[in-house]
Nanobody, 128 residues
Framework: QLQLVESGGGLVQPGGSLRLSCAAS????????IGWFRQGSGKEREGVSC????????FYATSVKGRFTISRDNGTNTVYLQMNSLKPEDTAVYYC?????????????????????WGKGTLVTVSS
């Protein structure tokens, strides 16, 4: 059974850093595209980043480019999202997802149409 479990969320001050983890079971990470998405209170879910399966290419939403980094550790079957220079507007529940492909939309957005499996999320709060 394919499962994704996020961890690493918490409270951090503006300008701080957090590293989120997405541990996968039931499949090997390099066989599927893995994405990070987030949903703030009262907001729609938005794509943050995605890493492609076949070549490890990475994609980022404009709002996080240069601050967030997605990476994959095939040995531990874990995907990470390193988040630096955090802002209050980054506050959200962060979800990882796995699927067939990464989707990049016009306007610098990461889509979710290629994602088929979702974790339950981890809360990130950026506040002083």
């Amino acid at each position: 059974q394919l499962q994704l479990v996020e961890s690493g969320g918490g409270l951090v001050q503006p300008g701080g850093s957090l590293r989120l983890s997405c541990a996968a079971s039931g499949f090997t990470l390099d066989r599927l595209a893995i994405g990070w998405f987030r949903q703030g209170s009262g907001k729609e879910r938005e794509g943050v980043s995605c890493i492609r399966s076949r070549d490890g290419a990475t994609f980022y939403a404009t709002s996080v480019k240069g601050r967030f980094t997605i990476s994959r550790d095939n040995g531990t079957n874990t995907v990470y999202l390193q988040m630096n220079s955090l802002k209050p507007e980054d506050t959200a529940v962060y979800y990882c997802a796995a699927g067939r492909f990464c989707t990049v939309q016009t306007g610098g957005r990461v889509g979710n149409s290629g994602m088929d499996y979702w974790g339950k999320g981890t809360l990130v709060t950026v506040s002083s």
